[in-house]
């Protein structure tokens, strides 16, 4: 995650002002963003999505060089085709605004609101600033007219150097609720199947985004996203994405339409000069605040308002998932199981290609440095790189939604509510049978330190869960958690990393991401839980514990 904070358009001239071996114009042709042109731009998402589901491809610049790209056979030699998480929605709205010809924008400098808790003389980091981001300076695609031509904004400078270079994820940190000529990139939406579609950004304030390919009919909601070392993955939405105060933005975003307005028509049939402008909220029929706020806000504060749907209160996810619902609110308590593992297993197996890059850089053979970065979920360098904290913490939100949404819907299902469609005779039993199936299923390997393969499964990674070490200096069997002497007989790791595995377990047992604690301990200082670093014990994440007793 890029930090770039107050990144001014002065340093587009470092970006842009080497020598470009590609010059290719981006001519607009379609001077307003429509919502047919909305429509398109999901189904390109979609796409990419799909061959991402499918394992057709895995990464940015393959996915982009295949058949899941309706426009790549028109693509001249030279686009890089990068991005990481905070730049892929604005990658794929930059190319698909290219090759139709429409207006793009994108905010070139963002400044974090100081809030009342934060101290003055310390600089606020905007990808988690707590009162949010505003926009200072914008970034416009716009043809300059010329006395003898005019000239065109290179696409390559768009799409290999600008979108990568100005876009990070305090980018996204932003409401949306205020009308101003500085205008946001994205709108809040409401929830509903009309507003959160395919090219929908979800925004997490730990610091990740995501980009909706799809809405199943049961209300779940898949997206792609993609990661320093220009992977995509996929995943379904469930309390891995945060809800937090509402001026950090958090939750569901749409692009927000643009109008390229004063322009004319040149001899090639292209529009030039003019300003792009951006729909206010007031015209668009989507923009809602209830994601924020609840369907019953609360004078209390934003988080004390509830979710009521059809007479009935819900908690949050629950509201987003049954608003989102084709035909009568229906819950299956057994797909909702397979839905939930298989996506723990996409997770697994995405974790899998993070470490395994870890072990092929050699990282983990390098002595550990004396001290942890300055936070370990937002660092640089081979942390970045290498380490999985954020990705460890976000496998064992999903474990806990895993026990916490089964005990909802076997608790729902004893008070007889009727969105609970089951019809078996033992509804503990049969739950229990779907996931130990699901375990069993969702089988991968690792590599260990001496080159053997370690068979595991998503139980096994379970019962692994807050052993598995995030730090990248630590060999590939502990990594993942090894326990059995036989499986650690390859680590080479000293005593000095064994005892860095051994403190940092209080980091291990947390699962918030809290990019506001400093974390730059030495191994003296990590004798226990520190102030937002560590806790005491781990989440229960007892799914078999748990369904055994209730059968």
Request: glycine fraction near 8%.
């Amino acid at each position: 995650m890029k930090f770039l904070g107050a990144f001014s358009l002065v340093v587009l001239a470092s970006l842009t002002g080497h020598a470009q071996s590609n010059t290719t114009p981006w001519r607009i042709t379609q001077p307003t963003w429509t919502e047919n042109h909305e429509r398109q731009f999901g189904e390109f998402v979609t796409r990419i999505g799909e061959a991402v589901e499918k394992r057709q491809c895995w990464k940015v610049d393959t996915c982009l060089q295949s058949t899941a790209n309706p426009y790549f056979g028109s693509d001249p030699a030279g686009l890089k085709y990068y991005a990481d998480c905070a730049d892929l929605p604005y990658y794929l709205r930059a190319y698909f605004s290219w090759k139709n010809g429409l207006p793009f924008s994108i905010a070139s400098e963002v400044k974090p609101n100081i809030g009342p808790q934060d101290d003055p003389t310390k600089k606020v980091d905007a990808r988690y600033s707590t009162m949010g981001n505003y926009i200072t300076k914008r970034y416009d695609v716009v043809t300059k007219n010329g006395v003898f031509k005019n000239t065109y904004v290179n696409a390559f400078d768009v799409l290999n150097n600008i979108v990568p270079g100005l876009t990070f994820s305090g980018s996204f940190r932003m409401q949306g609720n205020e009308d101003a000529e500085l205008f946001t990139d994205f709108y809040p939406v409401k929830i509903n199947r009309d507003a959160i579609r395919p090219g929908t950004v979800i925004y997490d304030p730990n610091g990740h985004v995501a980009i909706v390919y799809k809405v199943a009919d049961d209300g779940r909601i898949f997206y792609i996203d993609a990661h320093p070392d220009n992977s995509l993955t996929m995943g379904m939405y469930t309390p891995k994405f945060v809800r937090s105060n509402p001026a950090q933005g958090a939750g569901f975003k749409n692009f927000r339409p643009l109008a390229l307005v004063d322009a004319k028509v040149d001899s090639s049939g292209s529009y030039a000069g003019g300003k792009i402008v951006a729909a206010m909220n007031y015209q668009l029929p989507q923009y809602g605040l209830e994601q924020f706020y609840g369907t019953e806000p609360d004078s209390a504060g934003w988080s004390k308002g509830k979710f009521s749907i059809r007479g009935q209160q819900v908690p949050y996810y629950d509201y987003v998932r049954m608003s989102l619902m084709q035909g009568e609110v229906h819950i299956d308590p057994l797909k909702d199981m397979a839905q939930l593992t298989d996506d723990i297993c996409v997770s697994l197996n995405d974790r899998v290609e993070a470490v395994e890059a870890a072990r092929t850089s050699g990282v983990y053979l390098k002595a550990h440095p004396e001290r942890l970065p300055v936070n370990i979920y937002g660092a640089e360098g081979e942390w970045e790189n290498y380490a999985t904290p954020s990705r460890d913490a976000r496998l064992k939100v999903a474990f806990a939604d895993l026990l916490m949404s089964t005990k909802a819907n076997i608790e729902r299902y004893r008070k007889r509510d009727p969105a609970i469609k089951y019809n078996g005779g033992n509804l503990a039993a049969d739950l229990f049978a779907v996931y130990a199936q699901k375990a069993q299923a969702c089988q991968f390997t690792y590599t260990t330190t001496n080159g053997l393969t370690v068979k595991m499964n998503l139980e096994a990674a379970r019962q692994r869960l807050f052993n598995m070490s995030f730090d990248p200096y630590h060999c590939i069997e502990l990594r993942w958690g090894a326990r059995l002497e036989q499986e650690l007989a390859a680590c080479t790791d000293d005593a000095n990393k064994r005892a860095w595995y051994e403190a940092e377990k209080w980091l291990r047992y947390q699962s918030e991401r809290r990019y506001d604690a400093r974390m730059d301990f030495t191994l003296d200082q990590l004798t226990g839980p520190l102030p937002g670093a560590g806790v005491s014990a781990p989440a229960d994440v007892d799914i078999v514990g748990y369904l055994k007793s209730q059968r």
